[in-house]
């Protein structure tokens, strides 16, 4: 039998199941059993790596998934509508004081965290192009704050 034949597969699966590897006649699904978990994990890998690349649109109009993609798409369509929704973010930015940027290799001040950020793309449903720049907040740790 071929390791790969999906008889074999999910006869060794079974075993491993029922506690059957162990046993006379059931040793040599042993060692596809044993891979089982190796195989899973690499096939989550490889469908999140996919969903990563992959290209994604929305309303008919490519999303970039980074700077670099966007300015692509504005020469490509020969407008700069992805680069105007990023000035748009960035003036709203600094008129609100939103980020402090302290400079490269300045001490972060007492009570404050240093955090990364990064922008999200997307479409709107009047087609207009946004661009936010938001903070990584795996980084931080949950608010006490209940407001």
Not at 18 to 40: C, H, I, Q, T
Not at 52 to 71: D, H, L, M, S
Not at 88 to 106: H, N, P, R, W
Not at 127 to 137: F, H
Request: net charge positive; proline share 4%; glycine share 6%.
């Amino acid at each position: 039998m071929a390791d790969d034949d999906p008889v074999t597969c999910a006869t060794s699966k079974c075993a491993k199941d029922s506690n059957l590897l162990d046993l006379p006649g059931w040793k040599r699904f042993k060692r596809l059993a044993k891979r089982e978990k190796r195989f899973v994990r690499m096939l989550r890998q490889a469908f999140k790596a996919k969903q990563k690349n992959a290209i994604k649109y929305k309303f008919g109009i490519r999303i970039p998934r980074n700077f670099r993609e966007a300015v692509e798409l504005d020469k490509e369509n020969g407008n700069t509508l992805w680069q105007d929704a990023l000035k748009k973010e960035m003036d709203q930015i600094k008129a609100y004081k939103t980020f402090t940027g302290l400079g490269k290799g300045t001490r972060i001040p007492k009570g404050h965290q240093k955090t990364y950020v990064h922008f999200v793309w997307d479409c709107k449903f009047d087609l207009r192009r946004k661009a936010r720049l938001v903070a990584s907040g795996s980084l931080t740790p949950p608010s006490s704050d209940n407001a």
